[in-house]
Nanobody, 124 residues
Framework: VQLQAYGGGLVQAGGSLRLSCAPSGHLISDDAMGWFRQAPGRERQFVAAITVGRDFTDYDDSVKGRFTISRDNAKNTVYLQMNDLKPEDTAVYFC??????????????????WGQGTLVTVSS
């Protein structure tokens, strides 16, 4: 399974970006999906997750109300819409797959596959 996150870049504080992740060689329709981020010198941190089916979602408190995770199974893609970005959101963002599981997962160790990250830089 190959995952690649897209859509990162440089944005000013208050701006928006939408990240996409489209795994190849794997269908995500039966998988829980997550987004994580890692800032320089810090551990990889949970950002958001989405379930299979009813699409329940959850977020880290630091992004609630600003970020939205969604999925389009027809396009085999998961998204992270990021609004009102802040300098502290600067990090490499990763998407992750928990195969054939339906719930919300918060830990790095709970995911089976990880993509190459995409860098998001928010300037003040």
């Amino acid at each position: 399974v190959q995952l690649q996150a897209y859509g990162g870049g440089l944005v000013q504080a208050g701006g928006s970006l939408r990240l996409s992740c489209a795994p190849s060689g794997h269908l995500i329709s039966d998988d829980a999906m997550g987004w994580f981020r890692q800032a320089p010198g810090r551990e990889r941190q949970f950002v958001a997750a989405i379930t299979v089916g009813r699409d329940f979602t959850d977020y880290d408190d630091s992004v609630k109300g600003r970020f939205t995770i969604s999925r389009d199974n027809a396009k085999n893609t998961v998204y992270l819409q990021m609004n009102d970005l802040k300098p502290e959101d600067t990090a490499v963002y990763f998407c992750a797959v928990r195969s054939f599981r339906a719930s919300i997962y918060y830990r790095v160790s709970e995911y089976d596959y990880w993509g190459q990250g995409t860098l998001v830089t928010v300037s003040s």
